[in-house]
């Protein structure tokens, strides 16, 4: 199957955005994971005069899961599918926390400004065309020592959590999604899991890139082997070079 990109990615999320929270709704402790890895933010004072990007917020869930972690920050969402930013605006949220429409390239062409404490970013590498581009952008975002936890589903590289991933696509994602007719993101959703790196391929690529503290954390359940929450920092000269 040829992936969809750009574009054509973002018109299917709008497609979807209608039906997306129901969908994600039946996956058994997917807030409850997003929670774990906001958490994994290790952010202190419950945020107050913090200032956090959440990239690719999708509809939402990921804003939530960060306000539930640090509810005094001021947040930033933002997200390249028109449709699932305008479910996302539409929940009620305290004053601190806005929305942006734009790619994750292109951050600074939307007037967004850096100096962000941490960026969170779930289930969104996958998705984009040149991982490393966004993740120079993220670093370039981030203040000296920012953090950055990334929710994303990144195969452990065993023969047999590829099997699991495959059997609830074939068994319960892919049926679902054509129910309501979504059918080819959710095929998108399969064939991106298994294209896309590794945990271990994936923790390799934010070192190349220029992030420090690097550790790849499992999350429970069935997701197990599948995703899991890559946390890391941003070079600190400040303190490389007293």
């Known amino acids: 199957m040829t992936l969809l990109h750009d574009g054509e990615l973002s018109a299917a999320f709008d497609h979807a955005a209608r039906r997306y929270d129901l969908l994600t709704a039946v996956n058994p402790g997917y807030r409850a994971d997003l929670r774990r890895s906001a958490r994994r933010l290790r952010l202190p004072g419950g945020g ?47 004053p601190g926390v806005s929305f942006v429409h734009a790619p994750a390239e292109g951050l600074a062409g939307a007037g967004i400004a850096g ?29 000296p020592g920012g953090r950055l936890a990334v929710h994303e589903y990144t195969l452990s590289g065993s023969a047999a959590h590829r099997a699991v991933w495959t059997a609830v696509c074939r068994g319960i994602v892919l049926p679902a999604g054509r129910l309501v007719g979504d059918g080819g993101l959710y095929r998108h959703l399969w064939h991106s899991v298994l294209a896309f790196d590794t945990v271990h391929e994936f923790t390799a690529r934010l070192r190349r890139t220029g992030f420090h503290r690097v550790r790849a954390l499992p999350l429970p359940g069935w997701q197990t082997g599948i995703t899991h929450t890559v946390v890391a920092a941003a070079p600190d000269v400040r303190r490389e070079n007293p």
């Open 115 to 143: 100096g962000f404490d941490a960026v969170f970013a779930a289930y969104l590498f996958r998705n984009v065309t040149d991982p490393d581009a966004v993740l120079a952008a993220v670093r370039t975002a981030l203040k």
């Open 48 to 94: 107050d005069r913090l200032r956090l990007l959440d990239l690719g917020c999708g509809t939402g869930a990921s804003t939530a899961a960060l306000l539930a972690a640090v509810p005094h920050a001021e947040i930033v969402a933002v997200d390249a599918s028109a449709g699932m930013l305008a479910r996302a605006a539409a929940k009620p949220w305290p």
